[in-house]
């Protein structure tokens, strides 16, 4: 069991299953007073097609630690490790597939919530992969998956050993930088972003590494009102950069660069 961990909440469990996670068994409590809908429905269909074992068992299993005090919905299951990759191997793939890349590099984000409420928005920007570092981020686990609402299913993340070689790769490969941070007198909007782009968040506390900020294509702000706080949330920065990309791309088609990274 050890090389299993937690999962919980139905939509989490439904795209764990739709995209063909190790499943070893599924756990839905009996005494829970739920409307029978259409997810939860979906979800034993789906987990009776996969031959994905289910246990209805008391609401004692669920007083563990990772479930006590959790919106687990009724159900938890044991899940395989999420895979991870590197983006040298997933970047000519892109390429390859004549995708307009689009990636978010995550510096230091440790906040679970905000990791995965990152994920979930990426998903749905149509990112293509999300790179973090291998130490000094949030991690991969039941809390990220749920906030996500399983979005981490359906994006490949990359963990590095270094962001800093890694955004160089990057560049050489044809991407444009673009770093969000309060330094900077360039609004996002102004920046041409329909091309093959990386965008960088920054930690909660920190914002994005001084390196990193030194080898970006451009640097942008969101313009804050004088009457409100000092900073957005980072999550919040994400949704706007990400469907300022989206919102130009659907503006302006434009040929992919024939890049061969190695």
């Known amino acids: 069991m050890n090389k ?16 063909k996670q ?9 005494e829970m007073n739920i409307k029978i809908g259409d997810n939860y429905k979906q979800l034993l269909s789906l987990s009776k097609k996969m031959n994905i074992p289910v246990h209805f068992v008391s609401k004692h299993r669920f007083d563990h630690d990772q479930l006590k005090y959790k919106n687990h919905q009724g159900v938890f299951a044991f899940l395989s490790p999420i895979k991870t990759f590197h ?37 749905c920007a149509g990112v293509h992969s ?16 749920k906030t996500s609402s399983g979005a981490l299913f359906k994006i490949p993340i990359c963990k590095e050993n270094n962001i800093q070689t890694t955004i160089r790769y990057l560049i050489q490969s044809g991407l444009k930088i673009i770093s969000a941070t309060e330094k900077s007198d360039v609004s996002w909007y102004k920046i041409d972003l329909s ?10 506390e920190n914002g994005i590494s001084s390196k ?20 957005l949330n980072v999550s919040v920065v994400c949704g ?23």
């Open 87 to 123: 983006i040298k191997n997933l970047l000519p793939i892109f390429y390859k597939q004549q995708k307009n890349p689009l990636l978010l590099v995550l510096d230091r984000i440790t906040d679970v919530k905000n990791f995965g409420s990152i994920i979930r928005t990426a998903a």
């Open 4 to 19: 299993f961990h937690i999962i919980y909440g139905i939509h989490p469990l439904i795209e764990a299953i739709k995209e």
């Open 130 to 145: 999300i790179i973090i570092p291998n130490k000094s981020t949030a991690r991969i686990n039941s809390d990220s998956i």
């Open 22 to 30: 190790i499943i070893k068994k599924l756990f839905i409590k009996k």
């Open 195 to 204: 091309g093959p782009t990386a965008i960088i968040l920054g930690n909660e």
């Open 212 to 231: 990193y900020l030194k080898l970006s294509s451009y640097k942008v702000k969101i313009p804050l009102s004088k009457h409100g706080i000092s900073s």
């Open 240 to 262: 706007i950069l990400l469907y300022e990309v989206f919102r130009q791309r659907q503006l302006k088609i434009i040929p992919i660069p024939k890049a061969n990274p190695e």
